[in-house]
């Protein structure tokens, strides 16, 4: 019940603030015009690439054990020391020991989702290390103290004039507007991190059996210095992420940034296949790689949710969702919001704990269209919806009241609208119109009030489509 007040309370608190509306308007706004344009320039046979690059990672999602073994006799191999961890503590408690085992002092780390589904940050913190961030956006939300707010994009709720202001309050510059000097200032502080570095830490965008490969793309180049700069490198990889090869790898790769940003390539490409080798000047003296089960085997082990982990982590699931961009992604209080962080959280976590966010889903499909591996979310967020009601069979007596009084609000709005003489005769007073405002909006039935929350109703019209149809003659049946 706890997790139902918060999660309600950090939706509120979220549909409050306009600066978030606006600059999630404006950047949904660019992405969606840059994925038209770059699909009709570059992708002409964007279908069939969706229907393949399904095809693919549903084969290797059947074969993931044998996959996960041939990774680790290739990559041991090459050099790459693999490690597995069962669970987020697992996997913390391992780079812990790699960092106290070796007296690393300096840590930086790349943009991983899988860092902060384990809550690395705050597991180092608590055990005396300090990570540095070397991504931008992470860099904004890391000073902000907030989490990322998006897969991709993890600053996208601020605008310039807000990054400004954080700049200036913690890294004690000037405060500027101007995106130019605002990535000025961004470069000397990411730069300055970088001197000295012992540690680094990524995650993996693909993992190559055949190879032994991971890669890893990337639009800043701060991958590439966290990759090779320091003298360990530690890669963070989520066992779906495992393909047979590298050429599939670079089927899917190409798709990522087209499907989520509308970007024709990663301006990085990095594909790591061990340490530096003898004569090479440069790259780690250590690779390791810690592949992270955290729910994903008993997920790949039912066929009915399995299609999840086909998700390449593109994003373009959420800059679609109308409820992700009225809401942003802290209102989903999980690591992965969007329609993906649905389908996803309550089954890496406990749908127990988490099922109540299923209800930000309005099932209006678009993630389903937009998604390149051709995941069936709104599928999957309704089959979640059903075993969470399910298990769900001793409701509260509050949820019992809640329930019965939603039901009898539908009843009636049902008896209405399938009248047609009535729901006209009705809504032609003004006064009728008003009162229906007044019912949905302003709490005289309390389930019609939580559904109308955060939604601006507008004056409803006393002419129908019919009288003007009458008026112009039109026959309407
Ligand atoms: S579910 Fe599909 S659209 Fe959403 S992030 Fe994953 S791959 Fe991208």
Redesign the pocket.
Known sequence: MSQIVSHKNAVRAQLKEQDLHQALDNAVHNIHRNRAQCLAEHFSQWEEMRTEAQELKTAALEHLGALVEQFEAQATKNGIKVHYAQNAADACAIIEQLITERHIARIIKAKTMVSEEIGLQDYLHAHGHEVEVSDVGDLIVHLNHEHPVH?LAPAMHHDRYSIGKIFAQNLHVAEEHEPERLMQIARRHLRSAFEHLQMGISGVNFAAAQEGALWLIENEGNGRMCTTAPDIHVALCGIEKIVPSLHEASTLAQMVPA??LGQFVPTFNNIILGPRREGELDGPKEVHVILLDNGRAAIAAKPEYRSVLR????????NFCPVFKQVGGHAYLTTYPG??GLALSPQLHNLAQCGHMLTMCSQCKR?AE????K?P?PDLILQLRRHYVEQAAHPDQETVKRMRLLRLTFALFAQMAVSGKLWRNLMKKSYAADFFVQLTGKALLPPAKRWAYGHTLPRLKSTFYRDIAQIEGVEVQ
């Open positions: 897969i499907a989520g998700c390449l982590r593109c994003s373009a699931c959420m329609p993906i993630c937009v998604c390149p591996v995941i979310l």
